[in-house]
T-cell receptor, first 111, second 113 residues
Framework: KQEVTQIPAALSVPEGENLVLNCSFT??????LQWFRQDPGKGLTSLLL?????REQTSGRLNASLDKSSGRSTLYIAASQPGDSATYLC??????????FGGGTRLMVKP | ETGVTQSPTHLIKTRGQQVTLRCSSQ?????VSWYQQALGQGPQFIFQ???????GRGNFPPRFSGLQFPNYSSELNVNALELDDSALYLC????????????FGPGTRLLVL
């Protein structure tokens, strides 16, 4: 059974810092891994999807890496802004687009 | 905006009642997945519908059931509601069932009293 863990559970940083969010998973036989953002009480917004054959994906200030063999992914956020404050979730797709999610990292960026 | 819509946005029910939640998938998507997200936790997979057939199910009891219609919209039904069913229910649509990006709706917040 796939298990996904995200560390840290919560993070508070001053504006402008570069930061790294971590995601680990126990079963490396994945199709892809997806990072989402969730604002309080809202749905999920897809940030980046990394296929199993890829090592990283970039979108603007976001960069996600994937090391499938070690069961790890990181989301790097450059020059953080208060608008980045949200919960970040990673999810792995082992089969059939049925995602297994981590518990999320709650990020607060202080002005 | 993902193009995935859910209704209602909020719902209050009492224990033992039944509830139906609805999801309209993004245009062109034939797969809908449902997730339950308890407060402070990550979403958990309930089940998935592909071309009107259940295509996979998570660790949820049979009182959680669903439907997918010819236009690929979907319903989630929960019978005999329990207090622990209080959660945000999310649906996600995609084209296909393998490696596609999933697009999530805004969710339905269910409170069971």
């Amino acid at each position: 059974k796939q298990e996904v863990t995200q560390i840290p559970a919560a993070l508070s940083v001053p504006e402008g810092e570069n930061l790294v969010l971590n995601c680990s998973f126990t079963d490396s036989a994945i199709y892809n891994l997806q990072w989402f953002r969730q604002d309080p009480g809202k749905g999920l917004t897809s940030l980046l999807l990394i296929q199993s054959s890829q090592r990283e994906q970039t979108s603007g200030r976001l960069n996600a890496s994937l090391d499938k063999s070690s069961g790890r992914s990181t989301l790097y956020i450059a020059a953080s802004q208060p608008g980045d404050s949200a919960t970040y979730l990673c999810a792995v797709n082992n089969a059939g687009n049925m995602l297994t999610f981590g518990g999320g990292t709650r990020l607060m960026v202080k002005p | 905006e993902t193009g995935v819509t859910q209704s209602p946005t909020h719902l209050i029910k009492t224990r033992g009642q039944q509830v139906t939640l609805r999801c309209s998938s993004q245009s062109g998507h034939n797969t809908v997945s449902w997730y339950q997200q308890a407060l402070g936790q990550g979403p958990q997979f309930i089940f998935q519908y592909y071309r009107e057939e259940e295509n996979g199910r998570g660790n949820f009891p049979p009182r959680f059931s669903g439907l997918q219609f010819p236009n690929y919209s979907s319903e989630l039904n929960v019978n005999a509601l329990e207090l622990d069913d209080s959660a945000l229910y999310l649906c996600a649509s995609s084209f296909g069932t393998v490696q596609e990006t999933q697009y999530f709706g805004p969710g339905t917040r269910l409170l069971v009293l």
